[in-house]
């Protein structure tokens, strides 16, 4: 018995050094110097030239603003494009420097992206760039970047996206990626694609609190460590603050109507969607005007007809004016999400 | 050869001395010693003076502290009780083998799920930028250590008994003297 009690003591000492041990040196990076974890949330300000005027003057300003400093259009063979320095705050300086770009792009039809870079040739980076969006999405990129210098792998890195609105009650995932493992000593960039339903957006907004149109993003952001053994998962909620006042809005059972007399700056300048859903007319406007959704004509119950149409399984709208016009297909959840949103614009309208 | 004696008799033999010093031990380490971190971390975020954003990291962490000290008074009961009786009595077997399994049930008390939610109200920090990060929730999930100290205890359950086995027969010898 004696011998036995010696071998547990052992085996319990070795079972409670080792855990330490091993749980100890997880959190101590190999670098003592450097941080164990880092972490970043920017993509490299590399533009498609074919993007449109509007969309490469957001991204130019946004990039040069966050950067502080002036920079220049280069090609991705490193060539810098003549006519193209940009100072922050300088809207004259974004303006002449896109237009020296689509210019060079016309004369040099080989390039295809642009690269805004400073002074020391770094290359700027942006929180969020915005790309080019169709009538009824508004499509938007970034990279998560994330360095390991911590002793073991970091297991199943899984990133989601959501779009929120601003009391946190509504959520609606954007983006997704497939987990990843990072090894240790490694960084792993993630790339973001967002793409966001316009009418989904502005259903979402109002779901909020009705004070502000600004949008909100949820970055969901979870792994394992220590081989499994723990984990985390991060949720940060970011703004895209809108000095758009919050818009008038009328809600009846037929007939939802939002006005502002403000454009939102988070959307296209030259938003104008018409679209039909079944039965019920949607047109979606955001420009110099101000920004405005008319949804259904008064006659039919809005909710019932979209139901209606879900029940059968027909998730598709219908986006243009006659004959001008173009079915998009909704995958189910969308649809069921857009349905859910209108529901919950009627009930916060008292309907 | 000496008598055997049963549980019941066992419990009337102790030292009040050692009992007690382990009672106080662990209402140092239990009671004392956390109250003097949550004191600690108070002074050091009004010194700070990040308030807004360091006020959820602070509520859980006190939370969790205070789960740990009321959750952990029997714990000093159960400490006192084993350090009360000697090796080889069995009495110190049952009691530790209470303490170890009210441990187990005191760390799922503590970190309920074996998770550790922390939310941070990061509003104040890009408050002048067109992008603003509004809040963190962070949770630490490290149920997979905590089943492993589950393992540790029960191996120290087996522990105590081999201790009591293999002191039994000097335990009666001192006792029958």
């Keep these: 018995m004696k011998a036995f009690s010696v071998i547990m003591h052992a085996v319990y000492a070795l079972a409670i050094a080792g855990l330490i041990l091993f749980v100890a040196l997880g959190f101590i990076p190999q670098n003592t110097g450097e941080m164990p974890l880092d972490i970043k949330l920017e993509a490299e300000s590399t533009y498609e030239v074919s993007e449109s005027n509007g969309i490469l003057e957001y991204n130019f300003s946004d990039a040069v603003d966050n950067h502080e400093g002036p920079a220049d259009a280069y090609t991705e063979a490193g060539v810098k494009i003549p006519g193209t320095t940009i100072y922050p705050d300088d809207d004259a300086s974004v303006t002449a420097a896109v237009t020296a770009v689509k210019a060079y792009a016309v004369l040099h039809p080989g390039v295809t992206t642009v690269t805004l870079k400073d002074n020391d040739g770094t290359v700027l980076t942006q929180m969020m760039i915005m790309k080019e969006s169709n009538e009824i999405t508004t499509n938007m990129y970034t990279e998560i970047s994330i360095t390991n210098r911590l002793r073991y792998d970091l297991m199943d890195i899984a990133i989601g996206v959501d779009q929120l609105n601003d009391t946190g009650t509504v959520s609606y995932r954007v983006a997704e990626s497939e987990p990843t493992t990072i090894k240790t000593g490694e960084t792993c960039s993630l790339p ?86 079944g039965a019920i007319n949607v047109t979606i406007v955001n420009g110099p005007g101000g920004f405005s959704v008319e949804m259904g004509d008064g006659t039919v119950n809005i909710v019932d007809e979209l139901q209606d149409q879900y029940d059968e399984g027909d998730y598709t709208i219908e986006i243009g004016v006659s004959p001008d016009t173009e079915v998009i297909e909704l995958t189910q959840e969308e649809y069921a999400q857009m349905l859910d949103l209108i529901k919950q614009v009627m009930e916060a309208g008292g309907v | 050869m000496t008598e055997d004696t049963t549980l019941k008799q066992d419990m009337r033999h102790g030292s009040w001395g050692k009992g007690i010093l382990a009672g106080v031990l662990s209402f140092l380490s239990i009671v004392v010693v956390p109250l003097a971190i949550i004191w600690f971390l108070q002074g050091l975020v009004a010194s700070m003076g990040a308030g807004d954003e360091m006020e959820g990291i602070f509520n859980t962490v006190t939370e969790t502290v205070w789960r740990f000290m009321i959750y952990g008074i029997p714990v000093i009961v159960l400490a006192f009780l084993t350090s009360f009786y000697v090796k080889g009595n069995k009495a110190k077997v049952l009691f530790t083998v209470i303490a170890l399994s009210y441990s187990i049930v005191w760390l799922f008390l503590v970190f309920p799920g074996g998770a550790f939610p922390v939310s941070l109200d990061t509003s104040e920090l890009f408050s002048d930028s067109e992008f ?19 393992i540790i205890m029960l191996l120290r359950m087996v522990l105590s008994y081999a201790v009591y086995k293999s002191n039994r027969e000097k335990y009666l010898e001192k006792l029958s003297e």
């Design chain 1, 192 to 277: 973001v694609d967002i793409s966001i339903n316009s009418l989904n957006s502005a259903l979402i907004m109002l779901t909020g609190s009705g004070d502000t149109m600004s949008i909100y993003m949820g970055f969901d952001i979870s792994g394992n460590y220590l081989y499994g053994l723990a984990g985390a998962s991060v949720y940060a909620t970011a703004v895209f603050e809108s000095t758009t006042d919050a818009p008038d809005v009328d809600i009846a059972a037929t007939q939802i109507s939002i006005t502002s007399t403000e454009p939102i700056e988070q959307l296209p300048s030259d938003l104008n969607v018409t679209a039909t859903i």
């Design chain 2, 132 to 150: 603003g990060l509004e809040s963190i929730d962070l949770t630490l999930n490290f149920l997979g250590i905590m089943l492993i100290l589950v």
